[in-house]
């Protein structure tokens, strides 16, 4: 079982950067992929980029590619989301999650944190 939680999110405006974070429970951390995804109102949640154990592999969805960076430090149990230009489409609820590889779909990761809201103003 791991359990994680997510940094708050917040009102930064166009053109401005956020970083998250996510903590992970367990002593396992390392043998997990861990995932960005978010979801805006009314819309399904999409992937934005992962991270393999070693930290060694990463994927980014097109739409953060260049603006968005993927991290993790395995001795803080932690992975983190560097989000810079962003922009108003980017409001979302951001979610955290972990998985056995580093895939892009939702289905291939078994826990998930509770979701933290970014707002990006114009």
């Known amino acids: 079982q791991v359990q994680l939680v997510e940094s708050e999110g917040g009102l930064v405006q166009a053109g401005g950067s956020l970083r998250f974070s996510c903590a992970a429970s367990g002593r396992t951390f390392r043998g997990y992929a861990m995932g960005w995804f978010r979801q805006a109102p009314g819309k399904e949640r999409e992937f934005q980029a992962t991270i393999s154990g070693s930290g060694g592999i990463t994927r980014y969805a097109d739409s953060v590619k260049g603006r968005f960076t993927i991290s993790r430090d395995n001795a803080k149990n932690t992975v983190y989301l560097q989000m810079n230009s962003l922009k108003p489409e980017d409001t979302a609820v951001y979610y955290c999650?972990?998985?056995?590889?580093?895939?892009?779909?939702?289905?291939?990761?078994?826990?998930w944190g509770q979701g933290t809201q970014v707002t990006v103003s114009s």
């Open positions: 999650a972990a998985g056995t590889t580093p895939q892009t779909v939702g289905a291939a990761y078994a826990y």
